[in-house]
């Protein structure tokens, strides 16, 4: 039963959530906890970031939908965060913002072999992932980089 109304909770969020501009990423119900506490991580569909003012303005009618749905019948908490960052770098932005982290790095060769090259992130250009191995500098072809993680500073 917890697992339908966890559906009947996203896709009611999801709805709501759609006409504010937003969609949902995630979302948990931690039940061991009094009151329980409905978890729900959003994202704007224009692609920005999320502001403290975003979950603010999504908050409430979530909350309206829920209440009206009759879906939960007992007190509960609403929380609605973005989901943070993800460990994949992307965009240049998340690229110049990680200037100097461990990251690890998947690499494909002639073979179409996977290879794992472990670093510190240098820079990207168009053409090549500059990273820093062991104090060396190690140039990787761009059309080589199948992705780039964020990795633990301890391997």
């Not at 009947?8 to 009094?34: M, P, S, W, Y």
């Not at 998340?94 to 670093?119: A, C, D, M, Q, R």
């Not at 820093?132 to 633990?152: C, D, F, H, T, Y």
Request: proline content about 5%; overall charge negative.
């Amino acid at each position: 039963m917890p697992n339908q109304i966890v559906k009947d909770l996203e896709r009611l969020a999801a709805d709501t959530a759609e006409e504010k501009g937003f969609e949902i990423v995630h979302l948990q119900l931690i039940t061991q906890t009094n009151p329980m506490t409905i978890q729900i991580h959003i994202r704007r569909t224009d692609g920005n970031d999320i502001s403290l003012d975003d979950c603010s303005k999504i908050t409430h009618p979530i909350a309206e939908a829920i209440e009206n749905s009759k879906l939960v019948n007992s007190a509960y908490i609403l929380e609605i965060s973005s989901p943070g960052l993800n460990d994949i770098l992307v965009t240049d932005k998340e690229f110049e913002t990680f200037k100097g982290f461990p990251i690890e790095v998947s690499t494909t060769n002639n073979s179409k072999s996977t290879v794992l090259h472990n670093g510190l992130l240098h820079t990207r250009s168009e053409d090549h992932l500059l990273i820093n191995v062991k104090g060396r500098m190690s140039k990787i072809p761009r059309e080589n980089v199948v992705q780039v993680r964020l990795a633990s500073p301890t391997g």
